[in-house]
């Protein structure tokens, strides 16, 4: 493992009003040094706690069967490999880890195959300090930091295949199946809440277990599953009765 591995220290952080939030443990991929410490500035003093660093797609896999982060920013282009390809690996044997891409590259084809791989966001390297802790917010509470027209344009190029018993580690209910459908548009659980007329919990209670039931580690993944499955904004009520 590289030299430029590097441990950082956890400290308690607090919200904007005081209360005490949970720390995040953060591993950054990129082969620049320069951006991995300004990164490494930019989360100093909130709950997004760097405790590594890598600077090629092998040594992300290395630190992160080391450290089992909770959430890793990973370079697409780097001179150690390529970051979708490391992706892949990461999101394979470590599915339940939330990967953010952070990326010099405003790419259609780049983000629909980070969406693909298994990325729970896609963010450029332009992005100014507040936005970059909002999105890694949502990303640690579950949210979806694609706009809906930037999920379903990357979903148009995953293509489908028959939805069969045995790609579900238990069936859908036809309720799951509406919320599902409605997930993936990139709605939030409010806004599906308002569509079906419950409670915006209870589109919380749904969304988790379609996640548990899909076998997915994300809302992002879940809707990766619809698309392939038939189930997007395109499929038939037919389509999604339980």
Not at 33 to 50: C, K, N, P, Y
Not at 124 to 136: C, F
Not at 171 to 189: F, I, K, M, Q
């Amino acid at each position: 493992m590289s030299d430029e591995v590097q441990n950082g220290d956890h400290a308690a952080a607090n919200d904007a009003q005081g209360a005490p939030v949970a720390d995040v443990s953060v591993v950054l991929v990129d082969d620049h040094a320069i951006w991995r410490g300004g990164v490494r500035s930019m989360l100093e003093d909130t709950q997004f706690h760097v405790i590594g660093e890598a600077s090629s797609g092998k040594e992300a896999l290395e630190i992160v069967d080391q450290l089992h982060p909770e959430l890793v920013l990973l370079d697409i282009r780097m001179a150690g490999g390529d970051g979708l390809d490391a992706l892949q690996a990461l999101k394979a044997k470590h599915p339940q880890i939330a990967v953010v891409m952070l990326t010099t590259y405003d790419n259609p084809t780049y983000m629909a195959r980070a969406v693909a791989g298994g990325a729970a966001g896609y963010l450029l390297k332009g992005v100014s300090r507040d936005e970059l802790i909002e999105a890694l917010e949502k990303v640690s509470s579950g949210d979806m930091l694609l706009t809906p027209q930037d999920l379903m344009h990357s979903l148009r190029g995953i293509s489908e295949k028959s939805a069969g018993a045995s790609d579900l580690i238990e069936p859908l209910t036809e309720r799951e199946h509406e919320v599902l459908r409605l997930v993936a548009t990139g709605l939030s659980n409010r806004d599906i809440g308002a569509v079906l007329f419950i409670a915006e919990s209870t589109v919380k209670t749904h969304v988790e277990h379609i996640i548990g039931k899909l076998g997915v580690s994300d809302r992002v993944q879940a809707a990766v599953w619809a698309a392939r499955h038939g189930l997007s904004s395109g499929a038939s009520a037919q389509n999604v009765k339980a």
